[in-house]
């Protein structure tokens, strides 16, 4: 049942107000991006001070993306993706992995923030195969009632749904609900893709969680909960998980083998790529 709780700072765009962190812009800031400002780098220094490897959630969760479009658009053959949260224009963007290998695919991106928008419409939009959205990605009946939504996408065909590094950003009780309207309405062949913030629940990598956790939650960016597996389990609903299941991002199909320890920070982020029969 849905709580009475603030689902997600999100769901208010940050707009012009300079006090407020913008989850795009932060996240841009650790990927070495140039769309941030001081409110957003400060996010990250709160978060350094008990992570200082705190940019390598961002990159395994970029990373493990990537992997999961590259794996979407040939073994899954998808052709159809909604991708929620775009996030800003970086190096390698979902549109432009998944059309390098399925040049008809369609990309339906969402997003809620103004310099997302601004530049998702600029740099995302660069062909007829690729469209933006400007919703909340945490009101499904919102997106998928979209004209764009329902125009732009096949509904009888499979479709991606990508929620990304989001649900981390939600913060009601409710969360799993909030996909569950999303895989309801999924054709069936559809994969649904999410990477999420992870407490691992040992006793080598629990309390580092929970304080990244504590400096997100209270920083001017306001949310970053890390959810057990069992929690970011319900996100895939009765989808079933592609193999190898809901594992660190940074375990999902690697592109090598591994050279260097996982750091405490990359034993904090999953992610896992459901399909619906
Ligand atoms: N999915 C991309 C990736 O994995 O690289 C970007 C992840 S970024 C951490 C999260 C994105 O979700 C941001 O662009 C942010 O603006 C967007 N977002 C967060 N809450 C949102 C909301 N309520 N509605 C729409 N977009 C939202």
Not at 104 to 124: F, M
Not at 153 to 160: G, H, K, R, S, Y
Not at 180 to 186: E, G, K, N
């Amino acid at each position: 049942m849905a709580d009475a709780a603030p689902k997600s700072p999100s769901t208010t765009p940050v707009g012009v107000d300079i006090t407020r962190a913008s989850i795009a812009r932060v996240y841009d800031a650790a990927l070495n991006g140039t769309n941030n400002y001081e409110i957003d780098r400060e996010v990250l220094r709160q978060v350094a001070t008990v992570a200082p490897e705190v940019a390598d959630l961002a990159w395994a969760n970029r990373n493990f993306l990537i992997r999961a479009c590259r794996f979407l658009a040939t073994q899954g053959q998808v052709t159809q993706y909604l991708d929620c949260g775009s996030g800003l224009p970086t190096a390698e963007n979902t549109h432009q992995v998944v059309q390098r290998l399925q040049p008809d695919a369609r990309v339906l991106y969402v997003d809620n923030d103004p310099v997302v928008l601004a530049h998702g419409r600029a740099l995302l939009e660069e062909n007829p195969q690729t469209r933006f959205l400007e919703a909340d990605i945490f009101d499904a009946r919102q997106v998928l009632h979209s004209d764009l939504a329902r125009t732009f996408l096949d509904w009888d065909q499979p479709i991606a749904l990508i929620q990304n590094g989001t649900l981390h950003h939600y913060l009601g009780q409710d969360y799993a609900e909030v996909m569950a309207a999303y895989i309801d309405a999924l054709p069936p062949g559809s994969f649904v893709v999410v990477a999420h913030f992870l407490d691992p629940q040992t006793t080598a990598h629990s309390e580092i969680a929970r304080r990244m956790e504590e400096r997100f939650t209270h920083s001017p960016m306001g949310s970053g909960v890390f959810r057990t597996r069992e929690e970011i389990r319900r996100l895939f609903g009765d989808t079933e998980l592609v193999e190898p299941g809901l594992v660190l991002c940074e375990d999902w199909w690697p592109d090598g083998p591994r050279y260097t320890p996982l750091n405490q920070v990359q034993e904090c982020i999953a992610g896992g790529i459901g399909r619906k029969g």
